[in-house]
């Protein structure tokens, strides 16, 4: 089994930026497992938001946050990391670190092994 623990959520007010930290642990995990983050609104389904492969060679973003957002992985502390600076009203959601077992990114939530509690994401205007 493997296990993501996310934090570093919060509340910040519009152009502000927020660092999202999700730490894996567990026999099955491995730093070839692909990470990602993904978000859900209230109401609306979880949405992909940015992803790395294991080797931290590729990245891959949403259109909506490319540019504002960076995704980045220490293998040898098992963390994978989310900075999101100018933030807007629509980033407020839930962030869910994920974790497929595999080397090549996808954005579908379903394919995804693995997945944290969730940490709130509050953006004010």
């Known amino acids: 089994q493997v296990q993501l623990v996310e934090s570093g959520g919060g509340s910040v007010k519009a152009g502000g930026s927020l660092r999202l930290s999700c730490a894996a642990s567990?026999?099955?995990?491995?730093?070839?497992?692909?990470m990602a983050w993904f978000r859900q609104a209230p109401g609306q389904e979880r949405e992909f938001v940015a992803a790395?492969?294991?080797?931290?060679?590729?990245?891959y973003y949403t259109d909506s946050v490319k540019g504002r957002f960076a995704i980045s992985r220490d293998n040898a502390k098992s963390t994978v990391t989310l900075q999101m600076n100018s933030l807007k009203p629509e980033d407020t959601a839930v962030y869910y670190c994920?974790?497929?077992?595999?080397?090549?990114?996808?954005?579908?939530?379903?394919?995804?092994?693995?997945w944290g509690q969730g940490t709130q994401v509050t953006v004010s205007s």
């Open positions: 567990g026999r099955a995990f491995n730093s070839r497992h692909t």
């Open positions: 994920a974790a497929r077992i595999g080397v090549v990114i996808t954005t579908t939530a379903g394919e995804y092994d693995y």
């Open positions: 790395i492969s294991w080797s931290a060679g590729s990245t």
